[in-house]
Every structure is written in C-alpha cells, then in structure tokens.
C-alpha cells in the first residue's frame, strides 16, 4: 500500500507528458530570408539572421526559385541533408531557450536580437545548440554567415 501513491503519482506524470506532447505540438519553422531593406527605410536591422522569421508570401516566390539556382535545393525547396561531421567541442554556448536545434553562426532571436550562439561564435559556422546550453561546432556551411543562412527552429 506505500507503494501506491508513488507509482499512481508516476503514471498521472506520464500520462500529462503525452498528453502535452501530442496535444500542443510545436509549429516547425522554415528558414526565410530577410527582405532588402529600402532606401531611406530607417535605421538597418540589428546583426545576424532572425530566428522564427516570417516573409511576405510573394517574396518568398520569388525568392524560393533563387534558392533552389544557387543553393542546389531540390524541387520542394529542401535542403540536401547535412554530411556526416565529427562534433567538434570548442567551448562555444549557445543561448537554445530550452530548445534542440541547428544553427549558423550568425543567427539572431527575433524579439531581442541576441545571438542564438553566444559565446565561441563563428558567422559561417553551423551549430548544433543543446537545451542545456551546450553546443557543437560542425564547421562552415556554406549558407551560414549570409542572408540566407539557416536560422530556424525545429521542434
């Protein structure tokens, strides 16, 4: 009988966990690019790529079939999948806000322009950010440290 209250304790956890997982699953983000900003458009934006971005429907149209030339994105506008690199440890940190995700060098959160790698950073540099903090560094990509680098969230 002692034991009851715990294991029933552990069972409602598990149950609530699954419930919130598949109840409110986190929308995916797709990378976007910034817009060019126009003349006399105030002042510029702040450094880096935004995370969670969002585009005027029509620019990304347009921009997309660039993508696709000059990336060698397939004809869903996907990316070829990441090679295979060796986790280099080099002390970097990232600022993940609890979330799993990969990241260029140059990335910024959209609502306060931090850095999404704040410490070890490298703008051409793709990362692997850890919820706790800690990071990988795979190397250069050849989209990071552009505008059109990869800044986004997967859940």
Not at 14 to 32: L, V
Not at 50 to 69: C, G, K, M, V
Not at 143 to 153: E, F, I, L, M
Request: charged residues 25%; positive net charge.
């Amino acid at each position: 009988m002692r034991f009851a209250g715990p294991i029933l304790c552990m069972l409602l956890l598990a149950i609530s966990a699954s419930a919130s997982a598949s109840a409110n699953p986190e929308p995916e983000a797709d990378p976007m690019p910034l817009p060019e900003p126009a003349a006399g458009a105030g002042p510029a934006p702040a450094p880096g790529t935004s995370l969670f971005q969002h585009a005027i429907p029509e620019l990304l149209a347009t921009r997309r079939d660039a993508f696709i030339a000059e990336d060698g994105l397939d004809s869903d506008g996907q990316a070829p999948a990441l090679e295979k690199r060796a986790c280099k440890y080099n002390g970097c940190k990232c600022n993940s806000r609890g979330k799993q995700f990969r990241s260029c060098g140059n990335c910024v959160w959209t609502d306060n322009g931090a850095w999404a790698i704040k410490k070890k950073r490298v703008k051409n540099h793709i990362y692997e950010c850890a919820p706790d903090g800690g990071c990988c560094d795979y190397g250069p990509a050849k989209d990071c440290g552009k505008s059109t680098a990869r800044c986004y969230v997967r859940g």
